[in-house]
């Protein structure tokens, strides 16, 4: 079923690694809402506020099954300007969260998907929508570089 379709995402807990249909009206209300998703196998709040792990194996249904665009940071341990744009990263799931969700792949690890992408610098920013491509942005760039191009991708 498309997650689209239903007006739901599907999340996967951090903790057990369970698919959970989160429904977009409830990614969309704040923190101060007292509304936390919470995983239904083993009640471990979703990470809908942070950036979230994707994988060679994950990524078609973390990424481009996904009802939410996803900005999908393509990074390795070693890349220092990796570490640095990290911050501002997390800043933005947390700012977008219910509207966007941000994905972290390391290269390194996941090299079927570095390929793919043709992944040549990093870090590299891959933004989606609908499942495609639309943008990228290569190396450590400003924070509100990166909000620019989400606002674009949002309008």
């Given amino acids: 079923m498309n997650p689209t379709a239903t007006g739901s995402q599907m999340i996967r807990c951090a903790g057990c690694g369970a698919a959970n249909r989160v429904p977009i009206d409830k990614l969309q209300q704040g923190p101060d809402s007292g509304i936390v998703p919470i995983c239904g196998r083993c009640k471990t709040p979703l990470p809908v506020r942070e950036p979230f792990t994707v994988t060679d194996a994950s990524f078609a249904d973390e990424v481009e099954q996904s009802a939410l665009p996803v900005v999908v940071d393509m990074w390795a341990e070693w890349c220092g300007p990796c ?73």
């Fill in 83 to 155: 570490r640095m744009i990290a911050p501002a990263l997390d800043a933005i799931a947390a700012e977008f969260a219910g509207r966007l969700r941000v994905a972290k792949l390391n290269v390194d690890q996941n090299p079927a998907t570095s390929q793919r992408f043709e992944v040549q610098s990093i870090p590299l920013l891959v933004f989606f929508k609908d499942g495609r491509e639309v943008d990228r942005l290569i190396g450590a760039v400003p924070k509100g570089e990166i909000v620019r191009r989400i606002q674009a991708l949002l309008a």
